[in-house]
């Protein structure tokens, strides 16, 4: 994937081209011919791949633009008869959207920052320190990233309304600060780096939490990048647990607020879709941003 | 990067990193970093077993905010799950003990084992599909070709989203009346009376192919990692040889590839064990419970109908079915650990 984002179009020098290259050697008058009808082909169907996976996510950036009778009048068509932006005016009046918006933000923004200290801190200790039980902790580590955490799901709900603290951004946040994930993908980053300079800085007299701070985590950079797109993302989009710790719109993101209207405002197609418009808008520009290390993320956790 | 460390420990230290070294008791701690140069003459002439100390403490300072939120928010529910399965919780009373009640209500009750059966068709159909697809789309996207990097994103786009927010628009395409999907459907024949998703026979498939939409991108760049891990000249050889690009994919591709689909396929499985989103937003588990999987149904047991303990019973079977699957990939791991 890495060099896909640099060098879509520059076949003959890529390592994988050795197919086209052969086919030209094998038949050298035709070879340019086929060569060029093959490139055509794939790339028309690349074309017509990516407008089908695409066609979800197309069809409703045209319906959010188009007047409500467009949307419902048959038969349906995926180009607009006619356009409007009247759904993104709206929408801030008709459905408590800035609130979903903010909170959403504040769930996904904060979990992201306060896990991506607490998973590193734990990362940290797991890869650069030694210490009696430490791969006691790591395989503990291990068995709570196969938990499905649906399991978790009654009786934290359960203790968290105990607590009082069911819709609340503490009571969402509070069992999101930590994740085994996380632990794990840092633990796997933190153990290629090079032992000097903490060396160095353990000689100086540098506390351990200095090193941690100063010397490992500037190096860590891109995998903290990475792991906090993830965060990010991952509850950002997250629907079921939201659902769960919310009670009303004061507390509810995105995609639970959205459902939950899916349901209630079957008439406003139009304002509905423009709020999933919006909701998905910076994730993907995000994602687009830091495509390549998150890609590689990805690629790179599937084969540790 | 250890200057501003080691040359000005006072003043560029910030207030946590303060915190974090007074909290370990660190009054010498504090004085040998003031004092690095000299420090750095005696402190390895210090004994070992202080240095151990020292690290061993530091370590579960640092572990202990993490092992403590998980502790409480993972483990604690965990097993006051496998307790509330054994009683009558309902949120609104105590607890009183019912010993194996749930259990037995559930192999009677025709919904749970109609929700069981639902979720195994689902990874039954699911896994495979999405594990053809994405090596697929990884062996037309290993190759060289215009736009590749344009179809690569436009694959892994639907990973990103939400696929709660995301649902909408696809319950919108497959509506009876207003859908874009199911007209197009079925100007080339394929139709259905009720729409899609009211359809007791569609809406199934409906769903199972939106949760592969979903996750194809992400099993689709497992594949290419695995593809760019393959020698280029076992290739070039078998060409050499005359091999057809048929029995190149047979017998050198495939074969290399079974880290990577075994992989996938153990995280496909597990993944569609536990679908939720697409099914709660596009058909609430209906019609006529058609969709309901085992996690809607814990939903909807707890937090619907308030029985918690009959809902915690049910969130163990799903326990016992992802944690056979999950052993057999952390069984995978180790045994790659050993080899890389």
């Known amino acids: 994937m890495t060099q896909t984002a640099r060098t879509p179009r520059t076949p003959p020098r890529s390592p994988d081209s050795r197919k086209s290259k052969g086919a030209a050697k094998a038949r050298p008058s035709r070879g340019i011919d086929l060569a060029l009808v093959w490139r055509v082909t794939t790339a028309l169907a690349a074309v017509v791949i990516a407008l089908a996976v695409l066609l979800p996510l197309i069809w409703m950036v045209l319906a959010s633009l188009r007047p409500e009778q467009d949307i419902v009048s048959a038969p349906p068509t995926l180009w607009p008869r006619s356009f409007t932006l009247e759904h993104y005016a709206d929408i801030w009046q008709e459905l408590p959207f800035a609130t979903l918006y903010r909170n959403t933000i504040v769930f996904a923004g904060t979990v992201t920052v306060v896990s991506l200290l607490f998973d590193s801190m734990a990362a940290y200790a797991l890869a650069r320190l030694r210490f009696r039980g430490r791969e006691a902790v790591f395989v503990i580590v291990l068995i709570m990233l196969m938990l499905p955490f649906q399991i978790t799901l009654v009786p934290l709900y359960d203790l968290l309304n105990n607590l009082g603290l069911v819709n609340s951004f503490t009571g969402m946040i509070v069992p999101r600060a930590t994740n085994a994930f996380g632990i794990f993908f840092l633990r796997q980053f933190f153990l290629s780096l090079p032992k000097d300079l903490e060396e160095a800085a353990r000689v100086d007299g540098a506390s351990e939490w200095r090193i941690y701070w100063r010397v490992v985590l500037p190096l860590a950079r891109p995998a903290l990048l990475t792991l906090g797109l993830f965060h990010f993302q991952f509850n950002w989009n997250d629907l079921l647990w939201p659902l769960i710790m919310t009670s009303d719109t004061s507390r509810a993101t995105l995609p639970a607020g959205l459902s939950l209207f899916m349901g209630q405002h079957v008439t406003q197609y139009g304002l509905l879709l423009a709020g999933a418009v919006l909701s998905l808008l910076p994730v993907i520009v995000l994602f687009l941003l830091i495509q390549r290390s998150f890609v590689q993320g990805i690629a790179t956790t599937g084969l540790k | ?340």
């Open chain 2, 1 to 340: 990067m250890t200057t501003p460390a080691t040359a000005q420990p006072g003043a560029a230290e910030p207030g946590a990193a303060r915190r974090g070294a007074t909290q370990r008791g660190g009054a010498t701690q504090r004085g040998g970093a003031a004092t690095a140069r000299t420090a750095g003459a005696w402190r390895p002439l210090r004994s070992r077993r202080t240095q151990r100390g020292r690290q061993t403490r530091a370590a579960w300072l640092f572990l202990a905010p993490s092992l403590t939120a998980l502790a409480v928010f993972v483990v604690w529910p965990m097993f006051q799950a496998a307790y509330l399965s054994f009683t009558d919780y309902n949120l609104m009373q105590a607890a009183s003990w019912v010993g194996l009640e749930n259990y037995r209500r559930l192999l009677d009750d025709p919904e749970a084992w109609n929700a069981l059966e639902n979720t195994l068709v689902y990874a039954a159909v699911s896994t495979p599909v999405s594990v053809v697809l994405a090596l697929a789309l990884a062996l037309f996207l290993n190759r060289s070709m215009a736009l590749r990097g344009f179809l690569r994103t436009a694959v892994f786009l639907p990973f990103v989203v939400s696929l709660g927010v995301v649902s909408i628009a696809w319950a919108f395409l497959l509506d009876a009346d207003i859908g874009l999907l199911a007209h197009w459907l079925s100007g080339v024949g394929v139709t259905t009376q009720q729409g899609w998703l009211e359809d007791p026979s569609y809406a199934m498939p409906a769903v199972i192919a939106v949760g592969v939409w979903k996750n194809l991108g992400f099993y689709m760049v497992m594949y290419l990692a695995g593809l760019q891990g393959i020698p280029p000249e076992l290739h070039d050889a078998a060409r050499v040889d005359g091999a057809s690009a048929w029995q190149r994919l047979r017998r050198v591709t495939w074969p290399l590839l079974a880290n990577q689909t075994m992989l996938i396929t153990i995280m496909a499985a597990i993944g569609t064990l536990q679908a939720f989103d697409q099914i709660y937003v596009m058909t609430h588990g209906g019609p006529f419970f058609q969709t309901e999987t085992l996690v809607v149904f814990t939903y909807r047991m707890g937090f619907e109908r308030n029985e918690f303990g009959y809902a915690a019973a049910v969130s163990w079977v799903l326990l016992v079915l992802v944690f056979a699957l999950s052993m057999l990939q952390f069984g995978y791991f180790r045994r790659r650990a050993v080899t890389l």
